[in-house]
């Protein structure tokens, strides 16, 4: 067994948990970058070089920075919350349960003969020597050709988001006395 | 090793650990009343999910799914030459024992014993990862709007206030309503509350 | 802006790198890992860095947005378009295929060669362009409330 992948396994649930229990939001960005680039670490042990790194940029680089962004915009403390989380735990503890049950029938960790692997038959490795001349990487064969149909709705969603995020966000600078005066009133309101 | 519990907790560790990182996304989101807290949550939960897909992929004693270029070259050209492959015209049906056939012949070319991990949770995820980022972006942008119109991100005061709208307005003017309708709906004349728009 | 001057010049060193980088998993994907989306995220990051450590007049300089808001529509427009050309060359679509005997090889790689890297290109495109555009809207708003 390999240690380095038990260190990374307790310092991913040690760093989840962290997150879950910070108020500082700030902090907890920051520990939710270091999830994702232990998270990533654990995808290239994975044998997924491509998801590894992107997840690397994504996770701890553009998402940090984003969530930081927002953080400027909206302030950083958590307030604590009158709710107790008995409840929510447990819902979370029963559906953790069911899973983990569900689990007891799953293939085997690098089980060769898991379904996942049977289909389809013969696997894409195999396809892409024959359909790609010779093109090494496979992810690349099955992202862009096999796969080109998902892959351009995939792109298509991107784009939707981007211009989705610049209608809410990139507005008149006219109308910010009257958002103003709106949030004001708002909170006047439920004030009195 | 020998006994079953155990064999059994060596071979499904990984979707275990997956499965309490998802329980920690799950839990934030639901006890959690912070919205930037609750993305956090759902980001967590997602990148479980990244890794219980790509666990799923790997085979033992694999490595990347990415060919050797010399040995995609040799492995090609063998393949050429035998004639099985005419590019793109094979018919579902047939495909499979041809290739089959193709790597039964060739078994002792270079490379033939390099076992590959699962090649397509990678490329699911791939996509999945930089979508995720943008609706991530989406619901960050959404939280920003929120705390302009509200003033705060907390849930149960977003809800406090809420509920003050639904009151009868002392104060006079509805012009929030107007300001809303003016910038969620953007375009609605035939609204009667757009009598008095903000600009 | 940031005003320490460590930070400034380790950027200042790593950026080209950076870019380097990201066009080398652009291009080199087929080969080894990396792709679009990996090369788009990579380069995206060298923008944001970017601004982040010297202000976002600067970065707008260098990527104006009027710019990088087009190149968000010509990514999916390249995608799309190599579909639709292999449609025109008689194929289904996005069947890079039909691309092999279309162009000369002396200069241009084969068929399916050909039509991953176009589509890699285009998907590339979009996510730089997405994801600088996101950063964008986001610095560019200030707190008011």
Partial sequence: MNWVVFAILALLALTAVTVARLRQLWAAVMFTGIYSFLSASWMMILDAPDVAFTEAAVGAGISTVLMLSTLALTGEQEQPTKRSP???????????????????????????????HQHPDPSFVERSLDDMHGLPNVVTALL???????????????????????LILRRDEMERPAIANRAKRRRRKANA | MNSPALEQAAGLYNYWIVIVLMMTGFYIVLARRNLIKAVIGLNIFQTSVFLLYVTMGKVRGGTAPIIPPEVAEAQAKAMHETGHSEHGTHALGTVSEEIVGAHAAHADLPGADIIYS????????????????????????????????????????????????????????????????????????????DSESVN | MIKFPII??????????????????????????????????????????????????????????????????????VYAGTG????????????????????????????????????????????????TMIFYA?????RFV
């Fill in chain 3, 138 to 142: 986001f610095a560019s708003r200030s």
């Fill in chain 3, 8 to 77: 400034r010049v380790i950027t200042k060193l790593l950026i080209p790198y950076i870019l380097l980088f990201a066009f080398y998993v652009q291009f080199h994907g087929d080969y080894g890992p990396g792709g679009g989306f990996q090369a788009g995220v990579i380069f995206a990051s060298a923008l944001i860095l970017y601004g982040l450590v010297f202000g976002l007049d600067a970065i707008k300089r260098v990527a104006p947005p009027i710019v990088i808001e087009k190149l968000m529509a010509i990514g999916v427009l």
């Fill in chain 1, 86 to 116: 008995i409840v929510p735990l447990l819902v979370v503890l029963v559906t953790g349960g069911a899973l983990i049950y569900g689990t007891l029938d799953m293939p085997h960790y690098g089980d060769p003969n898991a379904v996942v």
């Fill in chain 3, 84 to 131: 639709f050309a292999t449609m025109m060359l008689g194929g289904n679509f996005l069947d890079y295929d039909v691309l092999e005997h279309s162009f000369n090889h002396k200069y241009l790689p084969g068929g399916q060669h050909l039509g991953i890297f176009l589509v890699e290109v285009g998907v590339g495109i979009t996510v730089t362009s997405v994801m």
């Fill in chain 2, 118 to 193: 699962n090649p397509l949770p990678s490329v699911l995820m791939l996509t999945a990862i930089v979508v995720g980022i943008a609706t991530t972006a989406l619901a960050l942008a959404l939280v920003v709007r929120i705390r302009e119109d509200y003033g705060t991100i907390e849930e149960d005061r977003i809800l406090e206030i809420d509920r003050a709208d639904g009151l009868p307005d002392d104060d006079d003017e509805d012009q929030w309503i107007d300001a809303d309708t003016h910038s969620l709906a953007g375009s609605s004349p035939d609204t009667p509350t």
């Fill in chain 1, 144 to 166: 862009a050709s096999y796969r080109g149909y998902d892959t351009l709705g995939e792109t298509t969603v991107v784009l939707t988001a981007g211009i989705a995020v610049l």
